[in-house]
C-alpha cells in the first residue's frame, strides 16, 4: 500500500492541475475532484485501521505464547503439592509474570499510536475488563485466605460482592467479543479487494460461533419443568454448536479467494471445523445416563486428539499471517 502522505500529495497535484486545466477551456463543464480525494483518503484509513486492528491482535498472540511457555516451564516442576512454600511462591512468580506481560503488550499497542475511534475504544473496554478481572481475583483470594486461615465461611456481603465482580467481568468480556465481531463485519466489507479483505472475510464467517456464545450467555437455555437433566442439556447445546459449525463449513466453502496463504488458511479452518464436528458428533451419539464402550471412547480420544492438532495447524497458519498481513 502506498505511503498515505505521499498518496495524499499526489492526489493534491491531480486536483490543481485538474483546475488549471479548467481554466483554459471556459466550455468545459468543472469537475469536482474534492469528494474523490476524501474518499481516497476515507479508504486509506480504513485499510490503516484494519492493519492496526491485525497488530493488535497479533501481539496478544505474541504475549499469550509467551505466558503459555512459562506456564509449562513452571508445570513441569515436581512435587509442587508436597511443598506449600514452594507452590506459594511459584503463585506469586506467576502473578508478577502475567503483570509484567500484560504491562509490555499495552505499551507495545501504545507505541502503534492507533487513531481509529472504534479501536480506541476497544482498546479502553479491555483496559477495563483487566482491572475488573484483577480486583474479582484479589477478591476472590481474599475469601480463600480467610476461608484457610479463620477457619470460617465468607460473609454474605463478600459473596454478594464477588458475583457482582465476576457478572461484570463476563459483561466486559462479551462486549469485547461483540465489539471484535462488529470491527470484522465492517472491515470484511468496506477495505477494498486484496489480502486484506479476503482475511477479515474468512474472520467475518468464524465470527458465527462467537455470535452464537453471545447469545447463549446472555439466553441460556431455561431447564424444563420435567426435572430435565444437566447431560441432556448439554446434549441440545451439542446440536445447537455442530449446526453453527456446519454454516461455518458451508459458508467457508463458498467463498472465491485469490491469496494463496489467506486460501490455505480457509481449507485448515473447514478442516479445524470439520474435525470438531466428528467429536461433537461421537459424543452426541452416546446416550444419556450411559458410559461410553471402550471402544467407542478410544475412538473419542482420537478424535479429539485429530480436532486439537487440526486447531493448532489453523491457529499456527492465523498467527504467521496476522503478522505478515498486519505490517
Known amino acids: 500500500m502506498p505511503n498515505k502522505k505521499i498518496l495524499t500529495l499526489m492526489l493534491g497535484g491531480l486536483l490543481a492541475l485538474g483546475a488549471c486545466g479548467g481554466a483554459k477551456n471556459d466550455d468545459q463543464a468543472p469537475v469536482d475532484k474534492t469528494a474523490d480525494v476524501s474518499t481516497t483518503h476515507q479508504v486509506v484509513e480504513e485499510e490503516d485501521a484494519a492493519k492496526a486492528f491485525l497488530k493488535i491482535q497479533y501481539l496478544h498472540e505474541q504475549s499469550q505464547n509467551e505466558f503459555n511457555a512459562y506456564i509449562e516451564k513452571i508445570s513441569n516442576q515436581r512435587d509442587l503439592k508436597n511443598n506449600p512454600q514452594k507452590l506459594a511462591q511459584i503463585e506469586k512468580s506467576y ?44 477478591h476472590l483470594q481474599k475469601l480463600n485466605k480467610v476461608a484457610k486461615t479463620k477457619k470460617r465461611r465468607p460473609e454474605e456481603k463478600d459473596l454478594q460482592h464477588l458475583q457482582e465482580l465476576s457478572h461484570q467481568v463476563q459483561k466486559i468480556e462479551l462486549d469485547l467479543l461483540q465489539k471484535q465481531i462488529d470491527m470484522n463485519d465492517k472491515f470484511a466489507k468496506e477495505i477494498p479487494e486484496g489480502q486484506l479483505k479476503e482475511f477479515y472475510q474468512i474472520t467475518h464467517i468464524q465470527d458465527l460461533a462467537y455470535q452464537k456464545q453471545i447469545e447463549l450467555a446472555k439466553n441460556p437455555p431455561k431447564p424444563q419443568n420435567n426435572g430435565e437433566s444437566q447431560e441432556k442439556k448439554g446434549k441440545e447445546l451439542l446440536k445447537s454448536i455442530i ?14 479467494l485469490k491469496d494463496a496463504e489467506v486460501a490455505k488458511l480457509r481449507d485448515l479452518a473447514i478442516d479445524m471445523a470439520n474435525k470438531k464436528i466428528a ?11 450411559q458410559r461410553p464402550s471402550k471402544k467407542v471412547a478410544t475412538r473419542l480420544q482420537m478424535a479429539a486428539k485429530a480436532a486439537g492438532d487440526a486447531t493448532n495447524a489453523f491457529m499456527e497458519q492465523r ?3 496476522l503478522h505478515r498481513i498486519g505490517q
Open 95 to 138: 502473578a508478577k509474570k502475567e503483570a509484567e506481560i500484560t504491562a509490555a503488550l499495552f505499551q507495545k499497542i501504545e507505541a502503534l499510536n492507533v487513531k481509529n475511534p472504534d479501536i480506541k475504544a476497544y482498546l479502553e473496554l479491555q483496559k477495563q475488563g483487566l482491572q475488573a478481572s484483577k480486583e474479582l481475583n484479589d
Open 243 to 256: 449446526a453453527v459449525d456446519r454454516e461455518i463449513t458451508q459458508k467457508l466453502g463458498e467463498i472465491k
Open 319 to 321: 498467527y504467521q499471517l
Open 279 to 289: 467429536t461433537a458428533e461421537l459424543v452426541s451419539s452416546i446416550p444419556v445416563g
